[in-house]
């Protein structure tokens, strides 16, 4: 019987997806020999209050860019003080609790809003991306909602305009996925949308990219088993995606560090309230991609992660609880501290 996939919020150079997947293997088995990860460490709080934070990107100055979805809002955050200041409110907010303001991107330091679950039916706003062109100006570039309205998916879903959950630059717009239709868009700046990537039933969630090279977190469907949280690579070409790593619950973001080592972001054992709820408090992690396809633990014990940056040897893990939480010393030489 198909599983019905969540709508989590809570829950970005190879010619074939097979090469892409040896390329990193490759690296992460050689970083692996050298990376020697440290004794697991308890996270820093960097930031506390933000409301219904989820999506995240470095910008200018190493600046971290989160959005807090329940209020429509971006901010910029400090990563050596923590201070928050606000770059630009108004955004559609949460209808639901999840939802509204979900990820950003910039590109040529102009930055680019997700916004998800505020259209049909909520009729709240444009599910799509939105530019942000001063502290309250903005310009919808890509109604992805009425696309995905237009151009169903072939696996089963509840709502028309889809989930949208994170994004990427790539290629001169941006790679999109949507947790509830599985599959990855390419969005250009000129508000073009094709389908980039489709899947079965496997919950799309962060991404990012290496050339034209992209690396996927898959939460799976619920109950999210760990054997479903998943990292996965394709290119451009039609070709199947390949499975670099699994074994964490619920995974929500995946990120290179330093000397391409692959970092992975669980958010932890689902709470099995319903489809879209997310993992019970205090049982996410920080995993490293091992060569072999398993999972090294860097860090446990994380409260309902949503997104994660790297930042030398720093990750910045963002929370549903609205916390910012440091993780140092994430690798070891010759890509980190001894």
Not at 11 to 30: C, D, N
Not at 152 to 171: E, H, I, S
Not at 316 to 336: N, Q, S
Request: no cysteine.
């Amino acid at each position: 019987m198909h599983k019905r996939n969540t709508i989590s919020q809570g829950t970005t150079v190879a010619r074939r997806s097979s090469a892409a997947a040896g390329l990193i293997r490759a690296l992460t088995r050689a970083a692996a020999t050298v990376a020697l990860v440290a004794p697991l460490v308890a996270p820093a709080q960097l930031v506390t209050g933000l409301l219904g934070a989820s999506g995240s990107t470095v910008g200018p100055g190493q600046s971290l860019y989160v959005t807090e979805g329940l209020v429509g809002r971006l901010s910029r955050v400090d990563p050596r003080t923590g201070a928050v200041t606000t770059v630009a409110e108004g955004l559609p907010g949460s209808v639901i609790g999840i939802g509204g303001a979900v990820d950003v991107a910039l590109i040529d330091d102009t930055a680019y809003v997700l916004v998800g679950l505020v259209g049909f039916p909520f009729g709240a706003g444009i599910d799509g991306i939105y530019r942000v062109d001063g502290p309250s100006s903005f310009t919808v570039v890509a109604d992805i909602g009425a696309w995905a309205a237009a151009n169903p998916p072939a696996t089963p879903f509840d709502l028309p305009n889809g989930v949208p959950y994170a994004m990427q630059p790539y290629r001169g717009g941006f790679l999109v996925t949507d947790g509830h239709h599985n599959r990855v868009l390419h969005v250009t700046l000129d508000g073009a949308i094709r389908e980039f990537k489709a899947f079965d039933n496997i919950v799309p969630t962060g991404l990012d990219v290496s050339g034209y090279t992209v690396v996927l977190a898959q939460a799976g469907p619920v109950p999210h088993l760990p054997e479903d949280g998943k990292v996965v690579s394709f290119g451009p070409k039609p070709a199947p995606p390949v499975e670099i790593g699994a074994g964490a619950p619920l995974l929500v973001d995946v990120q290179f560090g330093r000397g391409r080592t692959l970092f992975a972001l669980a958010q932890g054992t689902w709470d099995g309230a319903a489809p879209g709820s997310p993992a019970l408090p205090n049982t996410g992690s920080l995993v490293r991609v091992n060569g072999d396809g398993s999972f090294t633990v860097v860090a446990a014990g994380l409260d309902r992660p949503t997104s994660m940056q790297i930042i030398g040897t720093t990750a910045y893990v963002v929370t549903l609880t609205g916390e910012i939480v440091a993780i140092e010393d994430i690798a070891g030489p010759p890509f980190g501290h001894r």
